[in-house]
């Protein structure tokens, strides 16, 4: 499982900047973080099942030439049921080349032949608790939140959020906190058929 301070590079000359010390002071909720003009998102799944181990929104910005500013925010706890260090792993990059970023996601295959695995990216919102504002030092109820997740649909399984806690639309509707999961909890299914047939063809065929 690659670790997230041992990300391979594969040498791309374009790397995607840090945000400014000025664009994060303050940032005290997600909802901060949105109004400075990031998008906070997480691809621990990727990163984990897929066994991702290079940068991926280097590359994202190497074959783009998108001016990406993005940075990784480790909590000291969980944001996703996954044993993993990614599991903790906040990452932000500027509002303007999300929507770039999340169809370049979209487009790629993640593939290991030793395994004959499959992955295609889907994008899915989740509610949870502002992590934000559990580490407050006020005394206070936690925010409730959305954030955007990278999971998979693979040959095998796919991974989804457990229902009744995927994104809620009116997020400043009063619910009691209990109600608000403080993880992002998925679950594993049986794969789409469309994706086990891409996936059969690719394998015979030594595609990819």
Known sequence: MPNPD???TTGEPDKAEAPTSSEIR??????DLKNAGYRPFSMAPIYEHAKVDFDIVAR??????EKVRSMLINFPFPLINIKSPWAHILQIINEEVWEAFRLFM?????TNRKEEEYWRVVPALATLQDPFSRMSDVDRVPDRCTLDVLLLSGNKRILGIVPGEAFVEDTKAPVEISKIPATINLQWGNPDPRIVAEAKAVFETGGL
């Open 60 to 65: 994202f910005t190497s074959e783009s030439g």
């Open 26 to 31: 303050g940032i005290r909720t997600l909802v």
């Open 106 to 110: 979209m487009g790629v295959i993640f």
């Open 6 to 8: 041992k990300l391979r």
